[in-house]
């Protein structure tokens, strides 16, 4: 049974940062790209970043780029999304996502807030 925990979320000021993680299981992590997505209220789920099986290609939606960081540990079967200069804008829920088997975690609540 393929299973994906995210953990990480959180209430941080503007500018501040967080580290998301998802620890997979269930699957051969090590031949799968990996996807991290988000759902601001009232909002579509939209694309945030993916990254290839051995984490040597990444990309990342124009919002994030620069900001944010995609990463992968194949030895502990878990992608990370590392989130600097949080902005407003960043508020959703995030979700870990593996394309090839269109599996979804739980979510993770981000709230950037003042």
């Known amino acids: 049974q393929v299973q994906l925990v995210e953990s990480g979320g959180g209430l941080v000021q503007p500018g501040g940062s967080l580290r998301l993680s998802c620890k997979t299981s269930g699957f051969t992590f090590s031949l799968r790209g990996m996807s991290w997505y988000r759902q601001a209220p009232g909002k579509g789920r939209e694309l945030v970043a993916n990254?290839?099986?051995?984490?040597?290609?990444?990309n990342y939606a124009a919002a994030v780029k620069g900001r944010f960081t995609i990463s992968r540990d194949n030895a502990e079967k878990t992608v990370f999304l590392q989130m600097n200069n949080l902005q407003f804008s960043d508020t959703a829920v995030y979700y870990c996502y593996v394309p090839g088997l269109a599996t979804w975690g739980q979510g993770t609540q981000v709230t950037v807030s003042s």
């Open positions: 990254i290839w099986t051995q984490g040597d290609v990444t």
